[in-house]
């Protein structure tokens, strides 16, 4: 987390960004800042003309980013522009250590699953408010499965990958028991013990590892305020499992 960023150019996130990895633009490119395709906007702000400028409500459950996508970003570089007086604030969860907190039977239970994510089938449950997903996306966006336990290529520990709420099922178990123990594994790992709550300051830019962690926008009063991020994410890369040998 940096302060003191309100000078930070759009330029200049893009080229800091891009020593991480390379950039993977905004899915929406409608949203994308004018001039600067790899930045997405993230606002309920509009323009001059009423036109949204921003994805508005975007990430208001617990996600990591583009999930959906066969190759994620490995992180995300949020710059705030203009913030509200009250909340708007973003919550992050370790899923490194809820892994950690998990009891054995549990961790040898889910070892080597794979959560099916599709971005198609959820879309209209999450965004009832959003016309429909475009024949491009749908093309673009097969479903995809991704580990539920991911190991971080750096680090090499073990982090719960289980998908926000595009989480449709999981290979080759009954779609009721995979969603009851999705969810089950979310709402463990999103408790307070593992979560923390950064409220923006003017200036903040936040980094964030996608690999290791969840993230959440929480609401704030937009028919008063006007909230304005620019995002970056990059470093686009298939998640990797590598199995521990089973705990007795
Ligand atoms: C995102 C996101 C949260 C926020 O940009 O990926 O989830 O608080 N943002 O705006
Ligand atoms: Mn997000």
Redesign the pocket.
């Known amino acids: 987390m940096f302060r003191g960023q309100q000078d930070l150019t759009p330029a200049a996130q893009i080229a800091f960004s891009a020593r991480f990895g390379e950039l993977l633009p905004p899915q929406l490119q409608r949203f994308a800042l004018p001039g600067f395709p790899a930045i ?1 906007v ?1 606002s309920n702000a509009k323009d001059e003309r009423g036109e949204a400028i921003g994805i508005a409500n ?2 208001r459950n617990w ?1 990591t ?1 583009v999930q959906f996508d066969r190759t994620p970003p490995d992180a ?1 570089f ?1 710059v705030s522009r203009e913030l509200p007086g009250d909340g ?3 919550l992050y969860a370790s899923m490194t250590m809820a892994y950690a907190a998990l009891d054995t039977g549990l961790r040898n239970r889910i070892d080597g699953l794979r959560v099916i994510h599709s971005r198609v089938r959820s879309w209209p449950i999450l965004f009832p408010d959003r016309p429909p997903l475009p024949q491009s996306e749908i093309d673009r966006y097969p479903d995809v499965s991704h580990p539920l336990v991911r190991t971080h290529p750096v680090t090499g520990r073990q982090a719960l990958y289980m998908g926000g709420n595009m989480a449709m099922g999981i290979e080759g178990m009954d779609d009721g028991e995979a969603l009851a123990l999705i969810r089950a594994l979310r709402d463990f790992a999103t408790g307070e013990a593992f979560t923390h709550a950064h409220r923006w300051r003017h200036g903040d830019a936040v980094l964030w590892d996608n690999r290791s962690m969840m ?4 609401p704030y009063d937009d028919a008063r305020y006007r ?1 304005v ?1 620019h ?1 970056t ?1 990059f470093g686009p890369a298939a998640p990797v499992h590598k199995g521990a040998p089973p705990t007795p």
């Open positions: 997405g993230v975007s990430g996600h980013d995300t949020l708007g604030d973003t993230h959440r926008a929480t909230r991020m995002r994410s």
